[in-house]
């Protein structure tokens, strides 16, 4: 066809790579092709078209399953298609009818996964009620098990409507033909025809793309390699059921139909169903320990490991950081094989059992030798080689792997490490160090357990007795393992932001700009939070206690900035990540913010939803059991009471009414992601004037999140802001006043105005 280049490809090469930028249209004029993402696979064959589905990057893979032949035409927007059909009747028809027809087999596909996830999460949470059931008939303590609590069901941002499947259905069901002829008749037609269906194509496809990952991220609490899951709950039911010699037949007999469900689902690795099946068949029980090793049980390290330091990034970089960890050959031989095998794979980050599996072994080999490397290196920094520092910070293992290119950059970037440092930004690595210096707390864990609670725990279960908690107390080794294991491992795995194709180790593919673009340096992290300070300007205020009694001041209030902790997780990420909002059971300590340490994504936009959640979450913290009573005024008590009687509420127009009720369904009744889109538009677009917000949300934030002076001066005039400005400045005004009499009074007395209770006058001009 004119207009359009031919090439030839082989079978099993890679032609469109998922997140390449799109720049051109494949007409697949002979052979075969699949479209693979996760557990979907859609066989495309002539006359299909590669790309038709996506719009600036590729959504899927493209692999050749034949030898095939392709035309190709560039496509950046919906204008070039007017150059590829322009005068070619045969092209508009291929065109036409490829995006008509996988549209309809992608909403086939797409509605088939939306039938298997709604079945999974029922089947998933009526086998527990069954197992609570179980536990009580037999008059048998149930096990904990909290990642239940943690299952939701999930919540569709790319949803494919029933009228559209229905519609495209009914359209290839009889009136192909007749549709094609119709809108091949004008190009505006045609075009608009085709895109029509790309739009409704790619919406399916990241449907679909959300639903698979989905199910890789929670098919672990149905049957998981680590046995800990509901399978495990039934195995240890019916252990101790025999035990008593109970009838276990009803127990048995659930677990044969769950066992079949699970072969059913296709979302398991074929020998882990084989494996875990199998035990129970042949009653083979295994049980899993779960406690974290003590810091004695670990394997002595070699303490003499001496070795040339490193002069070029191009060195055998992976040998270098094995042999500092102390692998044994056969070790370093497995591990540059898992690492070889990884780096082969067309898709890095497909979900298809093999490769999950691969990326599970080396996501634990990662870990296990980033334990030992830190330990070694923390009590002899003398030790510390460019390519130790570009391992525990940036998680770089694999010159192949992360790129010849990326890795020298990575390798000068080493000496400069600064960038990424301040009094409250921390590398991953100056973070564990810390911990190990005895210089910060370990954080909490994904289940909001501090570590005296989870050392509480051990003794409270009998796994340690209250001399050997005692001792582990101060044990800032201990500690530190505590804080590799929990925080480091799930806020990693959560600021990389696609969770169940997570890999640990730094790769090419990931680092989508450049290395400079993506870093995320101190300064550009500092100046993305000062955008939302020079607006919500008192969002990192607290109140905290002066006292002064033998110069009149026996308790007073004062404001004080306590800024967060924030920890650059060794990714090339898309998200941030409030991991918690005090850095212990006092109000007074900095947050903990997680931030990748690449990332492409905008970070004011990351952090003004960083802000939100801590904004939520400090104000449930200080206000403890009365965060949700309206009896005491605050802004979580008062968005709740907002939320939970807003349709009787006649500030709101029903327009309003109907926007809140589908915010709480978008948010599945959360009110604190219903605050955070708020706070977003709060920040972002009611600073500047543009409407986002309804009357009753507007005054809930300029109470609680008011804006800073210059801002509520551009604003006064404004009739959406008026009247609720002007109520705040008067309140504002009688807070100074009362304070400046307090100051007066303190001064007469002998008191001096400390930097603190200069900062408290100061906040209240701000």
């Given at each position: 066809m004119?207009g359009m280049d031919t090439?030839?490809?082989?079978?099993g090469?890679l032609?469109a790579?998922q997140?390449?930028?799109?720049r051109?249209?494949?007409?697949?004029?002979?052979?075969t092709?699949?479209?693979?993402?996760?557990?979907?696979?859609?066989?495309l064959g002539?006359d299909s078209?590669i790309?038709?589905s996506?719009s600036?990057?590729?959504?899927c893979?493209?692999i050749?399953a034949t030898?095939?032949?392709?035309?190709?035409?560039s496509?950046t927007?919906?204008?070039?298609l007017?150059a590829?059909i322009?005068?070619?009747a045969s092209?508009r028809h291929t065109?036409l009818?490829?995006?008509v027809t996988q549209?309809?087999?992608i909403l086939k596909t797409y509605a088939a996964?939306h039938s298997?996830?709604?079945?999974f999460?029922?089947?998933?949470e009526?086998?527990y009620?069954e197992y609570t059931?179980?536990?009580a008939?037999y008059?048998?303590?149930e096990?904990?098990?909290n990642?239940?609590?943690q299952f939701k069901p999930?919540e569709m941002?790319?949803?494919?409507?029933?009228w559209?499947m229905?519609?495209?259905a009914t359209?290839m069901?009889?009136?192909l033909?007749e549709?094609?002829r119709?809108?091949?008749?004008?190009?505006?037609?045609c075009?608009?025809?085709?895109?029509?269906?790309c739009?409704q194509?790619r919406?399916a496809?990241q449907?679909?793309?959300e639903?698979a990952e989905y199910l890789?991220?929670?098919r672990?609490i149905l049957?998981s390699g680590?046995?800990n899951d509901?399978?495990?709950l039934?195995?240890?039911?019916?252990?101790?059921?025999?035990?008593?010699?109970?009838?276990?037949?009803?127990l048995?007999?659930n677990?044969d139909?769950?066992?079949e469900?699970i072969?059913k689902?296709?979302?398991?690795e074929?020998?882990?169903?084989?494996?875990?099946?199998g035990a129970?068949e042949?009653?083979?029980f295994?049980?899993?320990?779960?406690v974290y090793?003590?810091?004695?049980?670990?394997?002595?390290?070699d303490?003499n490991w001496?070795?040339?330091?490193a002069e070029?990034?191009?060195e055998d970089?992976?040998?270098?950081?094995l042999?500092?960890?102390?692998?044994?050959d056969?070790?370093k031989?497995s591990v540059?094989?898992l690492i070889?095998?990884?780096?082969?794979?067309?898709?890095?980050?497909?979900?298809?059992p093999?490769?999950?599996?691969l990326?599970?072994?080396?996501?634990?080999k990662?870990?296990?030798?980033?334990q030992?490397v830190f330990?070694?290196?923390?009590k002899d920094?003398?030790q510390?080689?460019?390519?130790l520092?570009?391992?525990?910070n940036?998680?770089?293992?694999?010159?192949?792997l992360?790129?010849?290119?990326?890795?020298?950059?990575?390798?000068?970037?080493?000496e400069?490490?600064h960038v990424c440092?301040?009094?409250?930004?921390?590398?991953i690595?100056d973070?564990?160090?810390s911990?190990y210096e005895?210089?910060?707390?370990?954080s909490?864990n994904e289940?909001d357990?501090?570590?005296?609670a989870?050392?509480?725990?051990?003794r409270k279960n009998?796994k340690i007795t209250p001399?050997?908690?005692?001792?582990?107390m101060g044990?800032?080794?201990y500690k530190?393992r505590?804080e590799?294991q929990?925080m480091?491992v799930?806020?990693?795995r959560?600021t990389?932001g696609?969770?169940?194709?997570?890999c640990?180790?730094?790769?090419?593919?990931d680092?989508?700009?450049s290395?400079?673009?993506?870093?995320?340096?101190a300064?550009?992290?500092e100046?993305?939070?000062d955008?939302?300070?020079?607006i919500?300007?008192s969002v990192?205020?607290?109140?905290v206690?002066?006292s002064d009694p033998?110069k009149?001041?026996n308790?007073?209030m004062?404001m004080?900035e306590?800024?967060?902790d924030?920890?650059?997780m060794?990714?090339a990420?898309t998200?941030?990540?409030m991991?918690?909002?005090?850095?212990?059971v006092?109000?007074d300590?900095?947050?903990?913010?997680l931030?990748?340490?690449?990332?492409?994504?905008d970070?004011?936009d990351m952090?003004?939803?960083?802000?939100?959640?801590?904004?939520?979450e400090?104000?449930r913290?200080?206000?403890?059991?009365?965060?949700n009573?309206?009896?005491?005024?605050?802004l979580?008590?008062?968005y709740c009471?907002?939320?939970?009687?807003y349709?009787k509420?006649?500030?709101?127009?029903p327009e309003?009414k109907?926007?809140?009720?589908?915010?709480?369904?978008?948010?599945?009744n959360?009110?604190?992601?219903?605050f955070?889109k708020d706070?977003?538009?709060w920040?972002?677009?009611?600073?500047?004037?543009?409407?986002r917000?309804?009357?009753?949300?507007?005054?809930?934030?300029l109470?609680?999140?008011p804006f800073?002076k210059e801002i509520r001066k551009?604003?006064?005039t404004n009739?959406?802001?008026?009247?609720a400005?002007?109520?705040?400045e008067?309140?504002?005004?009688?807070k100074i006043q009362?304070?400046?009499?307090v100051?007066d009074?303190?001064?007469?007395?002998?008191?001096e105005?400390?930097?603190d209770?200069?900062?408290?006058?100061d906040?209240?001009?701000?």
């Amino acid at each position: 066809m004119e207009g359009m280049d031919t090439v030839k490809v082989q079978k099993g090469q890679l032609i469109a790579r998922q997140k390449d930028k799109v720049r051109k249209w494949y007409l697949i004029m002979e052979g075969t092709v699949v479209q693979r993402n996760s557990y979907a696979k859609v066989v495309l064959g002539k006359d299909s078209v590669i790309g038709i589905s996506e719009s600036d990057r590729y959504l899927c893979d493209y692999i050749a399953a034949t030898d095939c032949t392709l035309g190709t035409f560039s496509f950046t927007s919906p204008d070039d298609l007017k150059a590829a059909i322009d005068g070619q009747a045969s092209m508009r028809h291929t065109l036409l009818c490829a995006a008509v027809t996988q549209r309809q087999t992608i909403l086939k596909t797409y509605a088939a996964f939306h039938s298997l996830v709604r079945q999974f999460h029922s089947f998933v949470e009526n086998e527990y009620n069954e197992y609570t059931s179980f536990c009580a008939q037999y008059h048998l303590e149930e096990q904990n098990f909290n990642r239940i609590d943690q299952f939701k069901p999930l919540e569709m941002v790319h949803r494919a409507e029933n009228w559209e499947m229905n519609n495209s259905a009914t359209l290839m069901g009889g009136y192909l033909e007749e549709y094609l002829r119709l809108m091949q008749k004008d190009d505006s037609m045609c075009i608009g025809a085709i895109m029509e269906c790309c739009y409704q194509t790619r919406r399916a496809t990241q449907g679909i793309i959300e639903m698979a990952e989905y199910l890789s991220y929670n098919r672990d609490i149905l049957l998981s390699g680590a046995e800990n899951d509901i399978f495990s709950l039934y195995y240890e039911l019916l252990v101790r059921a025999k035990e008593k010699n109970y009838n276990v037949k009803p127990l048995t007999d659930n677990m044969d139909r769950m066992a079949e469900v699970i072969k059913k689902l296709g979302i398991y690795e074929a020998n882990l169903v084989a494996s875990r099946v199998g035990a129970y068949e042949s009653q083979d029980f295994q049980t899993t320990d779960g406690v974290y090793a003590e810091p004695e049980d670990v394997a002595a390290e070699d303490d003499n490991w001496e070795e040339e330091e490193a002069e070029e990034a191009g060195e055998d970089c992976l040998m270098h950081i094995l042999t500092f960890a102390g692998y044994g050959d056969e070790e370093k031989a497995s591990v540059r094989e898992l690492i070889e095998k990884y780096t082969s794979l067309p898709d890095t980050s497909s979900t298809e059992p093999e490769v999950y599996g691969l990326r599970k072994n080396l996501t634990q080999k990662f870990y296990d030798i980033y334990q030992k490397v830190f330990l070694k290196v923390v009590k002899d920094e003398e030790q510390l080689t460019p390519i130790l520092e570009m391992f525990l910070n940036f998680g770089f293992m694999d010159v192949q792997l992360a790129g010849e290119d990326n890795a020298n950059i990575l390798y000068d970037l080493t000496e400069h490490l600064h960038v990424c440092r301040s009094e409250h930004i921390y590398t991953i690595y100056d973070w564990l160090k810390s911990v190990y210096e005895g210089k910060n707390e370990p954080s909490k864990n994904e289940f909001d357990m501090d570590y005296p609670a989870y050392l509480a725990d051990l003794r409270k279960n009998g796994k340690i007795t209250p001399e050997k908690q005692n001792k582990l107390m101060g044990n800032n080794e201990y500690k530190v393992r505590y804080e590799m294991q929990n925080m480091f491992v799930s806020g990693n795995r959560i600021t990389y932001g696609k969770i169940s194709t997570f890999c640990p180790i730094l790769e090419e593919g990931d680092l989508i700009n450049s290395i400079e673009k993506m870093i995320v340096t101190a300064q550009k992290l500092e100046t993305a939070m000062d955008k939302v300070r020079e607006i919500d300007f008192s969002v990192f205020y607290r109140e905290v206690q002066f006292s002064d009694p033998d110069k009149g001041i026996n308790r007073e209030m004062i404001m004080k900035e306590i800024l967060p902790d924030i920890i650059l997780m060794p990714n090339a990420g898309t998200r941030a990540q409030m991991w918690q909002e005090t850095a212990g059971v006092r109000r007074d300590t900095s947050a903990r913010f997680l931030f990748p340490i690449f990332t492409a994504v905008d970070l004011d936009d990351m952090m003004i939803d960083t802000i939100g959640r801590y904004r939520w979450e400090i104000c449930r913290k200080i206000q403890g059991v009365h965060w949700n009573d309206i009896r005491e005024k605050s802004l979580t008590a008062e968005y709740c009471d907002y939320l939970q009687f807003y349709r009787k509420n006649h500030e709101l127009s029903p327009e309003a009414k109907e926007k809140i009720k589908s915010a709480l369904l978008r948010s599945r009744n959360n009110y604190r992601e219903v605050f955070v889109k708020d706070y977003q538009s709060w920040v972002k677009y009611e600073s500047k004037g543009s409407y986002r917000l309804n009357k009753v949300t507007r005054e809930i934030l300029l109470s609680y999140c008011p804006f800073a002076k210059e801002i509520r001066k551009e604003l006064v005039t404004n009739p959406m802001y008026e009247s609720a400005l002007h109520r705040y400045e008067i309140m504002n005004e009688k807070k100074i006043q009362r304070i400046q009499g307090v100051y007066d009074k303190y001064r007469k007395a002998g008191g001096e105005i400390t930097q603190d209770l200069a900062d408290n006058l100061d906040y209240y001009s701000l």
